[in-house]
C-alpha cells in the first residue's frame, strides 16, 4: 500500500511552465510503474506519462514533446515537468502507482492546473 500527495498545481498563463511532484509514503524503487493522468470536466481520466521501474517512459501524444517525467528514487517522488503549457492542459492531475504482481492501482487525491489564454 502508498499514499501518493500530489503539489505543484496552479494558474500559469499560456505558453509557461510548471512542475508537479509526487511524493510516496514509501519506497518507489520496486513500484512497478509511476504515472500521471489527468481528468478535464465532464471528460474522462486520461493517461499523460508513465515512467517504469526500470527507467522507460511513455507519453500521450498531445503531450510529447513538452512534457517529461523523472523520478528521483532517493526522495520516494516522481515529478512531471510541464512546459509550453496549453489551455486544453486545463485539468486535475493525479499521480498513480502500479503497484505489486496485481498490479494494484493507487491514486493521489489531485492537483489543480488552469491554463489562461
Known amino acids: 500500500q502508498v499514499q501518493l500527495v500530489e503539489s505543484g498545481g496552479g494558474l500559469v498563463q499560456a505558453g509557461g511552465s510548471l512542475r508537479l511532484s509526487c511524493a510516496a509514503s514509501r519506497s518507489i524503487f520496486s513500484i512497478n510503474a509511476m504515472g500521471w493522468y489527468r481528468q478535464a470536466p465532464g471528460k474522462q481520466r486520461d493517461l499523460v506519462a508513465v515512467i517504469t521501474r526500470g527507467g522507460s517512459t511513455n507519453y500521450a501524444d498531445s503531450v510529447k514533446g513538452r512534457f517529461t517525467i523523472s523520478r528521483d528514487n532517493a526522495k520516494n517522488t516522481v515529478f512531471l515537468q510541464m512546459n509550453s503549457l496549453k489551455p486544453e492542459d486545463t485539468a486535475v492531475y493525479y499521480c498513480?502507482?502500479?503497484?505489486?504482481?496485481?498490479?494494484?492501482?493507487?491514486w493521489g487525491q489531485g492537483t489543480q492546473v488552469t491554463v489562461s489564454s
Open positions: 498513480n502507482a502500479d503497484i505489486g504482481l496485481h498490479r494494484t492501482n493507487y
